[in-house]
């Protein structure tokens, strides 16, 4: 596993000795550390068992210096949004059987070798999109594409009704669940840009400020982040229409710029402008739906979700999340390159990961 620098005005994480203990914040649960999966610009990611707990049980603790600020940010927005009692009530409320979003499990602080570090646990879940989209040649059909849209519409609109936006989703953030038997099922994870939508119960007032041009994922972020405005509900289903071009047709028309940011938002502009240019009529309607949102607008998600109902009943299907890879994701997560002839990723990819 490679090592990452981390990211710029941020701390070193040092790597724990595995089998090293966390102690949740209320002292009710320790964690023991089982194996490092994951190096980021912030932080550490292990698979982690609740002492005392069942041995076939796992979780994902991320772990970062305290000092750091994203996985501070994700702490406050998860604890509002992903505890176990909140997502049930969520789903009893809304007559889900599915909200795409992990369990929130527990926090803490933890010293080793003199520093402190934030931890926080959540579910453990299974392969990332991103990958299978390799896998698959950089690209799925229309109804894996809505089936995805529709999970991650119920997933918003729960981060949206407890006052967040989530600022950040792409493939590599959605996460199919661990349970082989439950393959139909993604997350949306990573809610280190998540940010509120309120202040004093007002709206955040659209202001763009030059120091925050561009936040974000620079490949999906919104032309308000590009602005510099803070994070917004429509810009969130702007991110997810761009990520939705991207899959349908394997690629984005602004990869090529992705050096030069203001050349990427420009080609973002030129793109909402001339819809009428892009091949797939879901998509198309999506894109005019969502561009008619205001700012500060609540965008009515039940709209859009009958819009990729709609679609997938034209083509026949049920709903349902189906992969088309003809492999068991376990087979490709242990794949290292994508054995099915499409656009080649790997420069866009390593350029995307130095960017951001």
Known sequence: MAKVKAAKGYKHAEVFPISEILKSADKKKEYSLVKLIGYGGFGLIYTARQVGGSPNEEYVAKVEPIGNGPLFNEFHALQKIARPNIIQDYLKGKRLTHLAIPEFIANGVHEYKGIQYRFIIIS???????????YNGSHFDESTVYCVAKQMIDALECIHHHGYVHADLKAGNILFAADSNKIDKVYLIDYGLAAKIFIDKKHK??????????????L???????????PSRRGDFQILGFCMYEWLTGSLPWEKYLENKEQVKHEKEVLLKNLSKIPFGTLKTYFKTIEKLKYDE???????????????KKHGKGGKLLIPTGKPLEIISNTKTAPKRGIPRSKVIAKRKKLE
């Open 220 to 230: 999906y972020t919104s032309l308000d982040a590009h602005e510099g405005a803070d």
């Open 124 to 134: 453990r879940l299974g392969i990332d999109l991103q990958k299978v989209l390799e």
């Open 205 to 218: 007032v659209y202001k763009p400020e030059k120091k925050k041009a561009h936040n974000g994922t620079l």
């Open 298 to 312: 609540e965008p009515d998600y039940e709209k859009l979700r009958r819009i990729f109902q709609d679609a997938l």
